[in-house]
């Protein structure tokens, strides 16, 4: 205080005049004076808050028009906090800015990449602890926002008994939240180093940029939503074939710099199709997105192994039942069957649809990415191979592709590529076998099978065509010649030998082509074309075809039933049909299969399941026939045991035509033993 | 320099050694001494008023701008008590001058000059740094003295570093005490 001691030392005395006319005057002057004092700090305060209105105002519509560009210029809602986030920090002059996304399935929020804070490192413990917590409604001042649905202002957090982030450099803060589609979507909150009054401007201003802001999380939400409508499966929320072939395409390029390994997955369901005819589709949605939630939460479970830690994993269904897997970050390439093992695990577990549990397995087949697997496409086809693959070895297995695989794939092109040249070139041909009356060794019918005269290759049996065939939609065009070339056949040894002819003939009909709903209208028209009596014709089916697709075949089956032809099924005893199974379908002969009747006469066997499956037949009333009997022996057990009928190599091979016609023309027409000889 | 500081000026010096004091350092300045708040005007003009004080009170000039200081803040604090109240040490209200507070005189006065400052916390106290071409850190200084009076505390305050001894900038190593 020394230097205002000194001031008011030379504070002059007040003058000492009398009153006089003068002094009145000096009054009214100063009192005049006060006055016009008075009025200009008055006019200047009115000034300056007009200065700070505008100032605010000018400053806030700087701040608006900031929003408004950034969000306009946003892709993503991140990008839109980010911007917003910035320009509420540039016009606070506040350091630290951060914006928490709602989560929606949990509700609380959660923080983002978004953030406003100073290059030093002043803030990077609070930045830390922030991007380390979730906010549930009511806690913290984050949560205060979003339980309130309002803007928040702590003057200090340091005596704020609901604010969690203590001791972490900051003390005055605001938060707000944003709107979209009358939910909130998202908070914003904002960080000074020093306690602030409340400023009821700012917070206004917040309020608009909260609407904008939620107008634009409205529209690009809408737009993701487009682009994921386009870019995912709608059933099951799993990517799409078009953006998992991009990923393909972008992992396969960083495995080859990377060295680690990838492999695909071809994932296919076994017997969806069943549980989709007799359950109806809902309930196979059902089985897919439950299959597709037990595909994500198996790859996504941490394996306990540490060499799992870098595999990252894209799931996309292609449609249908088929799922693919795409592993990346394998560190060998026998991680890819683990792989397949963990996903088949995964599906052990019975499938709750409707009231009853089903057991659902798939077949996988596992392509390696290497370096000859350079392109999506191959990487892809292989897959699909090696899955067909193992679908052939049976329910529940997975197949790695190799190059033997690869080659058998090429072979079947191949073969089916001459096929289809066959078929237009008249390279087809049919050979019969007769069906033999066991009891009396008469020839009662034959069964017609399909050659193929290759011009190269000689004759190949139809064990190797109609696979090939089946896999295809050549089997439709190859089951009609060979229907309509037997029935020719047929009608004119029915005109040439009367009640000699070996008839009905067997003609044997795939899956497919049993699920042709227009099979019947065609075997009529095939039958009208030859002039075929229908009781003269025989089509066998498999019992795998009858498992495979239980509704329509019956159907069907009726259908060709009421025409007046025979059904026979063939390989009986292969499939796991049961006798309530077999009894839905108009049935008149059984075929034992021929590895049942090859264990007749050796000493494991006592023919019990031969004897069994004819009683069975028996009480169904149908006939049954013993296919490929070799042997005087088996020919004699199979009558022992119930068989009226035999067919196999000990009576005959299949002959060509002209050798079947010598066969009835012969006295007696007794097919006890044919004299063995090779096809040309 | 705006005029609210000229203002400043005049008010104190009215207040506490009269009118006519002020109207003698307007004399001795050779001014007018017409200065409205929001006005900006020379600072060449406030030094000579500064320099005429000190002529007249016989003292330092830099002691002329401590005594302004210091009776400028109560001032402020009557002014703009949303500045003052959140906080409870004169630390925590300095820290806010280069955010909040000078913010603030720039929305009141636009284009108004205000000096930069940089603060570093270490186990004696605050280390304030001062940068201004116009070399006011004794102002400064005044105002506080000012906040650490309006917050019940002591403040002792040494300058290792002045620009009005050829330093870049001026460092004022504040400790409180209460």
């Not at chain 1, 005049?17 to 009115?46: G, H, N």
């Not at chain 2, 959140?86 to 925590?92: D, I, V």
Request: aromatic residues 6%; negative net charge.
């Amino acid at each position: 205080m020394r230097a205002r001691a000194r001031l008011l030392a030379v504070k002059p005395d007040p003058p000492t005049v009398e009153r006089s006319s003068a002094e009145a005057k000096l009054v009214a002057t100063e009192r005049r004076l006060r006055r016009e004092r008075l009025a200009r700090r008055e006019a200047e305060t009115i000034a300056e808050r007009a200065t700070r209105v505008l100032y605010d105002k000018q400053q806030e519509l700087v701040l608006l028009e900031a929003v408004v560009l950034a969000s306009n210029e946003s892709a993503t809602v991140g990008d839109a906090l980010q911007g917003a986030v910035t320009a509420v920090c540039a016009h606070t002059t506040w350091p630290v800015g951060h914006a928490y996304l709602r989560d929606t399935a949990s509700g609380d929020l959660v923080p983002t990449s978004s953030w406003h804070v100073p290059e030093s490192d002043q803030f990077e413990a609070f930045r830390g602890m922030t991007e380390q917590l979730t906010f549930a409604a009511g806690i913290g001042l984050p949560g205060r926002v979003l339980a309130t649905g309002t803007a928040a202002w702590i003057t200090d957090v340091a005596i704020d008994a609901n604010f969690l982030r203590q001791d972490l450099g900051v003390r005055g803060a605001f938060a707000f939240p944003i709107r979209a589609d009358g939910e909130i979507a998202a908070v914003l909150e904002f960080f000074t180093a020093s306690a602030v009054a409340p400023d009821s401007s700012l917070l206004e201003v917040t309020d608009q940029i909260g609407r904008q802001l939620g107008r634009v999380v409205e529209r690009i939400r809408a737009q993701e939503q487009v682009v994921h409508q386009a870019t995912h499966d709608g059933l099951t929320g799993l990517a799409n074939r078009l953006v998992f072939r991009d990923r393909l395409e972008l992992v396969l390029a960083r495995a080859e710099r990377s060295g680690s390994f990838a492999a695909l997955l071809f994932l296919d369901l076994d017997r969806f199709k069943a549980i989709n005819d007799t359950l109806g589709h809902s309930a196979g949605d059902q089985l897919l997105r439950d299959v597709s939630g037990r595909l994500k939460a198996a790859l996504r479970a941490t394996d306990t192994l540490a060499r799992f830690a870098d595999e990252e994993f894209t799931v996309a269904r292609f449609g249908g039942d088929e799922f693919v897997v795409l592993c990346e970050g394998l560190a060998a390439e026998g991680d890819a069957v683990r792989v397949a093992q963990r996903i088949q695990r995964a599906l052990l577990r019975p499938f709750v649809l409707g009231r009853y549990e089903h057991l659902v397995t798939a077949s996988i087949g596992i392509a390696l990415a290497s370096a000859e697997h350079g392109d999506a496409e191959s990487l892809l086809r292989d897959a699909d191979v090696a899955m067909y693959r193992a679908k052939e070895r049976g329910p529940g297995l997975w197949e790695v592709f190799d190059e033997r695989i690869r080659n058998r794939a090429l072979e079947r092109v191949r073969i089916e590529q001459a096929l289809q040249k066959a078929l237009e070139a008249g390279e087809l041909l049919l050979h019969y076998q007769p069906i033999v009356a066991l009891g009396d060794g008469t020839l009662d019918s034959v069964e017609a099978l399909v050659r193929w005269q290759h011009p190269e290759r000689g004759l190949i049996p139809p064990e190797k065509i109609i696979p090939i065939a089946e896999e295809s939609a050549l089997i439709l065009e190859v089951g009609e010649w060979t229907l309509r070339a037997a029935c020719e056949q047929a009608s004119g040894w029915r005109r040439r030998f009367g009640d000699r002819a070996p008839l009905p003939v067997s003609v044997n009909v795939s899956a497919r082509q049993l699920a042709q709903a227009e099979l019947p209208a065609m075997i009529r028209r095939v039958l009208g074309e030859t002039g075929l009596a229908a009781a003269d014709l025989a089509i066998e089916i498999t019992e795998t075809a009858l498992i495979e697709d239980s509704s329509v075949p019956a159907a069907t089956l009726r259908e060709l039933k009421a025409l007046g032809l025979k059904i026979v099924l063939d390989d009986f005893g292969m499939g796991y049909s049961s006798l309530s199974h077999l009894q839905q379908f108009p049935i008149d002969v059984l075929k034992v299969d021929r590895s049942f009747v090859a264990q007749l006469g050796t000493e494991a066997d006592d023919g019990a399941i031969v004897r069994a499956i004819a009683a069975m037949a028996g009480a169904l009333g149908l006939e049954v026939v013993a296919e490929g009997v070799e042997t005087p022996e088996q020919a004699a057990q199979a009558l022992a045991l119930g068989c009226g009928w035999a067919q196999g190599f000990h009576f005959a091979r299949p002959v060509p035509p002209a050798e079947m016609e010598s066969l009835i023309g012969s006295p007696g027409g007794r097919v006890t033993r044919l004299p063995q000889r090779s096809s040309p | 320099m705006k005029g609210v500081v000229f203002n400043l000026l005049e008010r104190l010096v009215a207040r506490d050694f009269g009118e006519d004091t002020w109207d003698a350092l307007l004399d001795a300045s050779g001014l007018d001494g017409a200065y409205t708040s929001l006005g900006s005007y020379p600072d060449e003009d406030f030094v000579r008023l500064v320099h005429a004080a000190a002529d007249i009170l016989a003292m330092p000039a830099d002691d002329v701008l401590v005594w302004l200081g210091r009776n400028a803040l109560p001032v402020f604090a009557e002014h703009y008590p949303q500045l003052f109240e959140p906080h409870h040490s004169t630390q925590s209200f300095v820290l806010t001058l280069n955010d909040i507070i000078h913010p603030e005189v720039r929305k009141l006065y636009p284009g108004a000059d205000v000096p930069e400052f940089d603060f570093r916390l270490h186990e004696q106290g605050l280390a304030m740094g001062y940068r201004s071409p116009r070399k006011m850190c004794s102002f400064a200084e005044g105002l506080l003295l000012g906040a650490a009076e309006h917050y019940g505390e002591r403040l002792t305050i040494e300058q290792p570093l002045c620009m009005k001894r050829g330093d870049d900038r001026c460092v004022l190593e504040l400790a409180f005490s209460r």
